[in-house]
């Protein structure tokens, strides 16, 4: 079982990149039939209790692969522009966007964070990739601006970790789908960059096993350092990697004096930040009354060993006492 599940991964890992040799629709379509297959074969051998979540992620990748597949025929009556606003409505439910976004919401709910990593950022490489061979700026701007406003006010006062991270990732597709129609190797920056970070953060919470905010009280004051500093990455923050991916969007839209969209654009991510800076100050806080609290316990027993012990070891734990406080 093992050995089979390291074939899968690998198999994972291999197959979206194929689609950058592919030169036709069809090859694209068999290549994104045989992705889903694969997903849906690594979260079967790696996540319990998913109850009736792969059969909705087939029924649902299903549904948008067999629209792909007829609308290819629409090329031959040469309807190029209809095939073109289908096709793009098809990858924004792949990409589980507003107002599509139930079923990759509760995807992510209920499998493990290393399933939660390869659905959230992984899986996404191949819907940005047909985007940028689709290009609609229109009907994209349409998306962003709801998406942008949907991720932002659906984030306020979640406490579920991976709830937080699939509005998170909401917000970071409108930033792809942006820079896609802008530069296509900002784009692949933009991309390997999210995936390190999100890599990183969604091991370290494999590791210490958290599922919400809570969960973060009885973590390890030493993973600190590392969390705070990927958390504030992933939010833009400069001078971390993170604030680089979005500099380059803000960068190219001021030369083509797109003010508003910036503007607009700038507010999200400011939102975002605020939230990833409460995340790390509450999960700072925590292990500091955490440690007080320790502090406290140990104090308590100490004081009441020294009021049941015999008397002539008194003077003696006394000491110890004071010279451990001093």
């Known amino acids: 079982m093992k050995k089979l599940n390291n074939w899968i991964i690998i198999l994972l890992l291999i197959n979206p990149l194929m689609i950058f040799s592919m030169n036709n629709w069809m090859n694209l379509w068999m290549n994104m039939e045989m992705n889903m297959l694969i997903f849906l074969t690594f979260i079967i051998l790696n996540n319990k209790y998913l109850y009736d979540l792969p059969m909705k992620y087939y029924l649902i990748n299903s549904l948008s692969s067999m629209i792909f597949f007829m609308m290819m025929n629409l090329l031959i009556l040469n309807n190029l522009m209809v095939f073109k606003y289908l096709m793009n409505l098809m990858m924004m439910i792949k990409l589980g966007l507003f107002p599509f976004y139930y079923w990759f919401l509760e995807m992510m709910i ?24 689709l290009m609609l700026k229109d009907m994209n701007m ?79 004051l030493n993973m600190n350092i590392y969390f705070i500093m990927i958390i504030i990455s992933i939010g833009g923050l400069p001078p971390f990697l993170g604030f680089l991916m979005k500099f380059m969007l803000i960068y190219e839209m001021i030369l083509h004096m797109k003010f508003f969209l910036i503007l607009m654009l700038i507010f999200f991510s400011l939102f975002f930040l605020y939230f990833y800076m409460r995340l790390s100050l509450n999960y700072m806080m925590m292990n500091f009354m955490k440690l007080k609290f320790y502090i406290y316990k140990l104090f308590y027993n100490n004081f009441y060993l020294i009021l049941n012990i015999k008397i002539f070891n008194m003077l003696n734990l006394l000491m110890m006492f004071i010279y451990i406080i001093f």
Do not use: A, R, T
């Not at 949907?150 to 709830?163: A, G």
């Open 142 to 220: 349409i998306f962003v601006i709801f998406n942008g406003i949907f991720s932002m006010f659906m984030v306020i006062n979640e406490y579920m970790l991976k709830k937080i991270f699939s509005y998170s990732s909401i917000n970071h597709m409108i930033w792809m789908i942006l820079i896609l129609m802008v530069n296509i190797i900002f784009f692949f920056v933009y991309y390997i960059i999210y995936l390190m970070l999100n890599f990183m953060l969604m091991m370290i919470f494999k590791k210490i096993n958290v599922l919400s905010l809570v969960d973060l009280l009885n973590e390890s």
């Open 110 to 133: 209920f499998i493990n964070w290393m399933s939660c990593f390869f659905l959230s950022v992984w899986q996404k490489l191949f819907p940005l990739y047909l985007i940028n061979l």
